[in-house]
């Protein structure tokens, strides 16, 4: 996620360090010049993206008061909270010991939706926030 990609992409030059920011297609050219100057100064946040057993989200935060972390402390809007909680279900119920799965397509459907949802929130969190997916091995 960390990488901005696509065709809809278009890069500005941060004045401070003369280098090409890219500027997703949700984000304005000031937006990702306030986020680069937050990663410079080491305030942007690193939310990172897995499940986990008794979660009732997938999101962790290093370096924070909190390492778990909720759709509520990110402010996220309801509809993408619920698809990470059922997100977060799916691999409750179908990945019986933390690696294998009930079926293949149920794994592949899951990493699939999953990296849909990591985009999703990537977009949300955009502004102060940098989202890493720790999930599809095993």
Known sequence: MGAVAGSDVHWVVDPVTQEEIAVPPYASAEQ???RAAMKRSGRLRFIRMFPDYGRDYPLWENGSGNYTVTA???ELSTPLADALRRWQQRWDDECLDSSEWSSEQARLD????GA???ARLQ???WDFAEVLPEFGAG
Do not use: F, Q
Request: include cysteine; glycine fraction near 0%.
């Open 116 to 118: 849909e949802m990591c």
């Open 123 to 125: 977009r949300e969190v």
């Open 110 to 113: 899951w990493l699939r939706d």
């Open 32 to 34: 990702a010049i306030r």
């Open 72 to 74: 509520a402390d990110l």
